[in-house]
């Protein structure tokens, strides 16, 4: 499924990448024409996003592949290297999920929803260092959320395995800083995004799920995956000033911020419709193999979907708003003084 193409750039693997964030983040690397390794489950999903990848004008390679799977994950990885060459940037997209009461979930479906969404993390970044560290030289991007943080009622699943990752990604950090490695891994957590997801994860809910607003569309989340990329010097990217006050609001009141979600967190993931009964689900297997239907990059929410984020604009340019911050404070230091002489 390579086309053969101009372009030089770097080889970017992206789990995940048949749908979603992952399907808008490999259309955003394909604007900078550069070889894109696209690792998912779903057949429909993956031969799109190569047609997408491509009529940008860049290399595209699909390569079916369940992350939750270690050999597979390393398979996947041989191939790209074989096929584009060493890998430049490695991003961690992919995951699955159950809305439900933590009681409703079971065992298996916590195991599945921690190997995909948790350790699918661990196993890619394991395979990007593997390749990364002779050279000396690579960059990993872990696509989190708010939620790494803070655990919401409805995803008991989904937030054990996102703090994981975010426990995951610190202590690989320290490690890397610790052997003076120019290896590079970062984060990026995101609030509500429009995406598939709410479509196809297994749901025990009476209504549709829903992101709880603001929503944003999947582009926002991708323009913070390369800026990320292309910048990951830092620990860690918000996006949303959704994510930025649930973040913060959890650091200073985490026990009220409980009773607030507990009052609020189960009808604001539902919308008034009831859940369709035959609601496709992507937990054992890919939605769009069941009727070679391909979801896309976004969701059912595209009417109530921001297409931009100050907040995201704020934590790429954060030196330039604290230079700014600097001066205002200096000047109005400078005021003060020279009122107090007067």
């Known amino acids: 499924m390579v086309k053969s193409t101009p372009a030089s750039g770097r080889v970017v693997v992206i789990t995940g990448a048949s749908g979603g964030i992952g399907r808008a983040v490999a259309r955003t690397f394909a604007t900078r024409r550069d070889k894109i390794a696209l690792l ?115 995803q008991s699943a989904y937030c054990g395995a996102k703090h994981a990752v975010q426990g995951f990604h610190e202590a690989l950090r320290c490690e890397l800083l610790h052997d003076k490695s120019r290896i590079r891994v970062t984060m990026v957590q995101m609030p509500a995004v429009n995406t598939p997801q709410f479509s196809w994860v297994l749901s025990r809910l009476p209504r549709q799920a829903q992101p709880v607003p603001p929503i944003f ?54 919308t008034d419709r009831p859940r369709h009964p035959h609601q496709p689900q992507n937990l054992w297997q890919p939605a769009d193999d069941t009727d070679g239907h391909d979801f896309g990059a976004h969701g059912i929410f595209d009417e109530k979907a921001h297409a931009r984020s100050g907040q995201l604009w704020a934590s790429e340019h954060h030196g330039l708003l604290g230079g700014a911050a600097g001066v205002l404070a200096g000047a109005v230091t400078i005021l003060l003084v020279r009122q107090r002489r007067g």
């Open 217 to 270: 569309q999947p582009e926002v989340a991708a323009r913070a995956v390369l800026y990320a990329a292309e910048h990951p010097r830092r620990r860690e990217y918000w996006v949303g000033a959704s994510t930025a006050v649930t973040l913060a609001a959890n650091a200073i009141a985490p026990g009220l911020l409980d009773r607030y979600l507990a009052v609020t967190g189960f009808s604001s993931q539902q």
């Open 40 to 154: 998912a489950r779903g057949r429909a999903g993956l031969e799109q996003a190569v047609r997408e990848v491509q009529e940008a004008g860049a290399v595209a390679l699909a390569v079916p592949t369940d992350v939750a799977d270690p050999e597979q994950v390393e398979r996947a990885a041989t191939t790209v290297e074989n096929t584009l060459g060493p890998i430049d940037i490695w991003i961690n997209v992919a995951f699955t999920s159950v809305f439900a009461p933590f009681t409703d979930i079971t065992a298996a479906e916590y195991t599945r929803v921690t190997e995909v969404s948790y350790l699918g993390y661990v196993y890619g970044t394991k395979a990007a260092l593997t390749r990364m560290r002779p050279r000396d030289a690579g960059t990993i991007v872990q696509v989190g959320s708010a939620l790494a943080y803070r655990g919401i009622p409805l």
